[in-house]
């Protein structure tokens, strides 16, 4: 078994790299097409995670949504969908949420070290609670995903997700679906927040694929010494 899963970070932004408005509805940065493309790609994954504020704001379920993708995971001894993971520093998180009232599979919390008992007290009906240190240990969350059977990890937001993930350096493939239009709030989330990145001007990231989706784009990136492939997973 692999140390860390192989980590592909989804998202879609706007021309101007926003993720979202600041309305308070859902924004529609993508099609039918994308969505499909999505439930494909989630569908090979062995787990999904996302942060909390997400789940907060969105109350996303995170599915599977087609019945034959579901029934093909089932014949490869998989359950119809992946795990859902999330990260918590405050615990701050209703136990009715989608997230945990919806799909017949395993929900991780890992929380940090000062607010694991509070998440253990409210959420351990709805979910595995694991201590993540304080402050957050995230090669030691990436290790306990692959002791657990995750090889394959989607990473799907929101700004501190990602941009936790990017500066450590932890992504081996990035899915960016890119929408025609722009938003041009800066109240509103952006892709990424401030941070060290480790794919800057003098270690460009690798364009590997580029599929137009009706209006939108999508941009597949590999860090600079990935190959076209994959690499396995354990």
């Known amino acids: 078994m692999a140390e860390r899963p192989y980590i592909l970070l989804s998202v879609a932004t706007s021309i101007d790299g926003y993720i979202d408005d600041s309305s308070g509805g859902p924004l529609a940065l993508s099609n039918a097409a994308d969505f499909d493309r999505v439930d494909e790609v989630r569908a090979g994954c062995d787990a999904v995670l996302v942060g909390a504020s997400t789940i907060r704001a969105d109350d996303p379920r995170l599915l599977v949504r087609s019945p034959a993708r579901r029934a093909e995971r089932v014949r490869r001894g998989l359950g119809e969908t992946p795990l859902k993971v999330t990260l918590t520093g405050h615990a701050d998180l209703d136990p009715q949420a989608r997230f945990f009232a919806w799909g017949e599979v395993e929900k991780i919390v890992y929380a940090t070290g000062a607010c694991a008992g509070r998440a253990r007290k409210s959420l351990s009906e709805v979910a595995t609670v694991v201590d993540a240190g304080d402050p957050l240990d995230l090669t030691g969350v990436l290790a306990d995903l692959a002791a657990r059977g995750v090889g394959r990890l989607m990473v799907e937001g929101g700004t501190a997700i990602h941009t936790l993930f990017l500066s450590s350096g932890f992504v081996d493939e990035i899915h960016l679906v890119v929408a025609p239009f722009f938003v041009g709030d800066p109240a509103a989330p952006r892709f990424v927040g401030a941070g060290a990145f480790p794919y800057g ?15 939108v784009v999508l941009l597949r990136y590999l860090p600079p010494e990935s190959g076209d492939h994959e690499r396995s997973d354990g």
């Open 201 to 215: 001007p003098a270690n460009r990231m690798r364009l590997a694929e580029a599929r137009p989706m009706g209006d």
